[in-house]
């Protein structure tokens, strides 16, 4: 098989797994909170990362890494998965799987802003541009379509913004694009740091449950949930999308196709946990990622 096809064969086999996500975070939630929910899938992590270590006989790099880089570790598990998936988790639990999900996904233009002050970046006009499109789908998917951004909506219920959740949605990328920047500048061996982040990850989430007095042994739907996504999320996941970059000519071929995921998504989400798609979500997520497209065009 040629190495191109290959690469796209592991790309698309990521995403399928990727697109599956949203449904299983708020399917899951019905049966644990956040915290439960984040306990098993990243101690599954943990476990896969480490045996995927063990077979690529790469466990002898734990025994060489300094101490410098366990507190660089120490730092990067906090980011994540701790406080990025606490807060994504949240933002699933008080919003629908379409929302916290598309809000999500402006990462790439929060990198951008966070570029400025961390990098030393410039940001060109166009620049500026392609991310109050991306603003402008945030402002779409949150007020569902509903712009009187009043306290009642036109029928007299109580508003359909939960301010809460959006925050939390979009705090979460802020998270997600903290991560990158600091990750990015880790040379290590990417699996090694990985099993290592997640370690500290899963320490940091055990003692918030010991510390908050709220560990319970979820619903066995629960715990199902979390070892899928621990596998398909956190773990095995990653692996694939590495291969894809590894075989690909170029990393344009693959990574243009992660686009798809939030679309694939979506037709989960309506089928799985029963949610009725809006338009205004299919909308502002259009937006988002023509945002997203625009910035990448200019790079």
């Not at 029928?155 to 939960?162: R, S, V, W």
Request: glycine share 8%; proline share 3%; charged share 10%.
């Amino acid at each position: 098989m040629k190495p191109q096809k290959k690469a796209y064969l592991y790309a698309f086999a990521a995403i399928a797994c990727w697109s599956t996500i949203g449904s299983a975070f708020k399917l899951s939630l019905r049966y644990t909170d956040p915290q439960g929910l984040l306990f098993i899938s990243s101690l599954v992590a943990c476990l896969i990362l480490f045996v995927i270590l063990l077979v690529q006989g790469k466990l002898a790099l734990l025994r060489h890494l300094t101490l410098k880089e366990f507190l660089l570790s120490a730092f990067l598990g906090m980011l994540n998965p701790f406080l990025y998936y606490s807060v994504l988790l949240k933002a699933y639990d008080l919003l629908p799987a379409q929302e916290a999900g598309t809000l999500n996904y402006i990462w790439p233009l929060v990198l951008v802003l966070l570029s400025i002050p961390m990098l030393r970046q410039k940001i060109s006009f166009v620049s500026v541009i392609a991310i109050l499109i991306s603003f402008a789908g945030i402002i779409v998917i949150s007020s569902r379509g509903d712009f009187s951004f009043g306290t009642a909506d036109h029928t007299g219920n109580e508003a359909i913004i939960n301010s809460s959740g959006v925050s939390l949605a979009v705090g979460s990328a802020v998270l997600w694009a903290l991560y990158w920047i600091f990750n990015v500048k880790d040379q290590r061996e990417a699996i090694t740091k990985l099993f290592l982040n997640f370690s500290f990850g899963f320490l940091y989430t055990f003692i918030s449950i010991v510390v908050s007095g709220r560990f319970h042994l979820p619903a066995w739907q629960g715990i199902a949930g979390g070892i899928y996504i621990g596998l398909f999320e956190m773990g095995i996941t990653f692996v694939l999308w590495m291969y894809a970059l590894k075989y690909s000519s170029t990393t344009a071929k693959v990574s243009n196709l992660i686009y798809l995921s939030p679309f694939m998504s979506l037709i989960i989400i309506h089928f799985t946990v029963g949610e009725t798609i809006l338009t205004s979500t299919v909308i502002g997520l259009l937006l988002i990622i023509s945002g997203i497209g625009l910035q990448q065009y200019l790079k």
